[in-house]
């Protein structure tokens, strides 16, 4: 069972997301909850699975509530997933960059917030398609690197390592990358694991953001 966090300051809003994913069989709502302060207090005590944040809500924003939540830093980190109404690269990058493992606008179809929040949980990420080249554009254009440079990565990961990270970075999913590499996706699941903390990330989304901003990959290769 996939235990979630709803914070939403919409009572409508907040009241939907969480019918919506009450209907589901492996997902359950642990709280409900209408302000980002809030949000923090109750992950911290109930653990969820995934955290689903507004961005604009009152006392405490749902992007400082993110960096709170899995920012650097963050010993035990809760995955968030960010679901907004505003289309605003301000707040899209900032989500990104304080740990977000999702960033979806509010207009999605009910199966899109499902698997993406199956997605946040399973470790894997999501962004909605539309934003897609937006933030690798802009990504290679800041080129703002992580601690861990392109030129150390490629001594501290592996050649197959190297070679996942570079189709992750494509797009491909998990039983996508098992299939060009011929292997099994338990393999490219346990390359992922190690590979992880050795760039300093903690999801695929942030590995493929990371590439993209260290040059490994270009938007459109």
Not at 74 to 83: A, D, F, S
Not at 123 to 144: I, P, Q, Y
Not at 148 to 170: D, G, H, N, S
Request: charged share 25%; aromatic share 2%; proline share 5%.
């Amino acid at each position: 069972m996939i235990r979630v966090l709803v914070a939403d300051d919409q009572a409508l809003v907040r009241t939907g997301l969480t019918t919506m994913l009450q209907a589901e069989p492996d997902l359950e709502v642990v709280a409900a909850v209408s302000d980002g302060r809030a949000a923090v207090e109750a992950a911290h005590e109930l653990r969820p699975d995934v955290a689903c944040l507004d961005i604009r809500m009152p006392v405490l924003d749902g992007i400082e509530a993110t960096r709170q939540l899995c920012g650097p830093g963050v010993e035990e980190p809760v995955p968030v997933l960010i679901l907004t109404t505003f289309d605003v690269d301000e707040y899209l990058f900032g989500a990104l960059e304080a740990g977000a493992s999702g960033f979806l606008l509010k207009d999605a179809e009910p199966e899109e917030v499902v698997a993406a929040v199956r997605s946040v949980a399973a470790g894997n990420g999501t962004l909605a398609d539309e934003l897609t080249k937006r933030v690798l554009a802009e990504l290679v254009s800041r080129r703002a690197t992580q601690p861990v440079t392109a030129a150390r990565a490629t001594e501290l990961l592996t050649p197959r390592e190297l070679e996942i990270l570079l189709l992750l970075a494509e797009g491909m999913s998990n039983e996508e990358i098992a299939r060009t590499l011929v292997v099994e996706v338990s393999t490219v699941k346990s390359h992922l694991a190690r590979m992880l903390p050795k760039l300093g990330v903690r999801s695929r989304l942030h590995a493929a953001v990371w590439a993209y901003q260290n040059g490994l990959v270009q938007p459109g290769r």
